[in-house]
T-cell receptor
Framework: SQKIEQNSEALNIQEGKTATLTCNYTNYSPAYLQWYRQDPGRGPVFLLLIRENEKEKRKERLKVTFDTTLKQSLFHITASQPADSATYLCAPYSGGYQKVTFGTGTKLQVIP | DAGITQSPRHKVTETGTPVTLRCHQTENHRYMYWYRQDPGHGLRLIHYSYGVKDTDKGEVSDGYSVSRSKTEDFLLTLESATSSQTSVYFC???????????????FGPGTRLTVL
């Protein structure tokens, strides 16, 4: 069955450093993968989408890579700030009508 | 959360009672979704809609039904609520589907449901 793995342990980093979050998937080949941010008590917010023919995508301080051979996406936040503290969800497309499947997310804590 | 509202935002009910959650959008997006979010499971798709009166099941649809009589409204009904349906429910919308170009999802603020 399709499986998505994100590090369930919280990631704590110092302000100004680069945070790197990992998303691994197994048993399918998604045409694209999305990343979302979720703050406590709120719905997820879309950040970036990367397609299978794209190696890297950037948006301001965010960078996403997509390695279809390793079946892995990495999400980077450069020059991290305390305001970046949130849970980040990856969501590979799993086929059919907009069926993205969400990972359980990684909680990021940026320490001032 | 702009353009998507959910009601109620909080609800406490008893086992065996029917419950209806409402999702309303002002974006005129074709696709609408209901998810539940539980610790350790992440977001799981319950049902989705790809147009008025067109709906289909997601991965955790047992015990839930949906209806969409207008583009802007998508209702989720728990036919007979059980304690296992205690969760946070999110509605989402998207303009496009599949591998389309505008297929990011926009989420509502969520409904916290407690079934005693």
């Amino acid at each position: 069955s399709q499986k998505i793995e994100q590090n369930s342990e919280a990631l704590n980093i110092q302000e100004g450093k680069t945070a790197t979050l990992t998303c691994n998937y197994t048993n399918y080949s998604p045409a694209y993968l999305q990343w979302y941010r979720q703050d406590p008590g709120r719905g997820p917010v879309f950040l970036l989408l990367i397609r299978e023919n794209e190696k890297e995508k950037r948006k301001e301080r965010l960078k996403v890579t997509f390695d279809t051979t390793l079946k892995q996406s990495l999400f980077h936040i450069t020059a991290s700030q305390p305001a970046d503290s949130a849970t980040y969800l990856c969501a590979p497309y799993s086929g059919g009508y907009q069926k993205v499947t969400f990972g359980t997310g990684t909680k990021l804590q940026v320490i001032p | 959360d702009a353009g998507i509202t959910q009601s109620p935002r909080h609800k406490v009910t008893e086992t065996g009672t029917p419950v209806t959650l409402r999702c309303h959008q002002t974006e005129n997006h074709r696709y609408m979704y209901w998810y539940r979010q539980d610790p350790g499971h992440g977001l799981r798709l319950i049902h989705y809609s790809y147009g008025v009166k067109d709906t289909d099941k997601g991965e955790v649809s047992d015990g839930y039904s949906v209806s969409r009589s207008k583009t802007e409204d998508f209702l989720l009904t728990l036919e007979s609520a059980t304690s296992s349906q205690t969760s946070v429910y999110f509605c989402a919308i998207s303009e496009s589907s599949g591998t389309g170009r505008k297929n990011e999802q926009f989420f509502g603020p969520g409904t916290r449901l407690t079934v005693l």
